[in-house]
């Protein structure tokens, strides 16, 4: 069902081990959306690879400093769209300058190979968004996202995030607990 890790400027960034566990248990693409104060704009970085990604990760944990670096990363499974990197989150509405992340799965159809989460962002949310700003576009957030987990990045770097999230105590938020090793213990009778 995918993972977001939401970190504020602040925060300091989830650990190498963290975003390994999370890329294992979701390991249909990866993105992480990220601004540091004194940018012009946010950036994204989309991949297939997991490779790549956590080496774009550790790139970006040596050059930003913690405390001026707002980020989301998202892991995905796929439920809806082909494994592409287009459909990848880290969706980009270039003239908002917004990117969107959703972890859960929508009660819409989705356009053709695109997700449900690209279908609601491009379809539903921008054309809200451009009519109404925040306002309208958190109403119909509220009508449409049951148990998932949205986050939006605008250009300067600020963060919304909406659904429950579980905030971890390294003042990391998650929206589920695929970000953690699970282990498992058998008793065999003899």
């Known amino acids: 069902m995918c993972i977001i890790a939401i970190k504020d400027a602040g925060v300091q960034f989830p650990t190498i081990d963290t975003v390994e566990t999370m890329c294992d248990n979701n390991p249909d693409g990866f993105a992480v959306v990220w601004h540091n104060a004194g940018d012009k704009h946010s950036r994204v970085y989309r991949t297939m690879s997991r490779d790549k990604f956590l080496k774009r990760y550790k790139t970006i944990v040596r050059r930003y400093d913690h405390r001026t670096t707002s980020l989301y990363i998202h892991a995905r499974i796929a439920t809806h769209g ?3 990197l287009e459909n990848c989150h880290g969706f980009v509405d270039h003239p908002t300058k917004l990117c969107f992340a959703h972890n859960g799965i929508l009660g819409i159809k989705n356009r053709g190979d695109l997700t ?19 306002h309208e576009a958190e ?5 449409v996202i049951g148990y998932s987990k949205f986050v939006f990045m605008d250009g300067d770097g600020r963060l919304r995030r909406f659904g429950n999230y579980i905030k971890d105590s390294d003042g990391m938020l998650y929206s589920n607990s695929s970000f953690r090793r699970h282990s498992y213990s058998y008793y065999l009778k003899g």
């Open 82 to 84: 082909s494994l592409r």
């Open 139 to 143: 109403r119909l957030i509220k009508d």
């Open 116 to 134: 449900d989460s690209e279908t609601f962002f491009r379809d539903y949310f921008i054309p809200t968004f451009r009519h109404g700003g925040w």
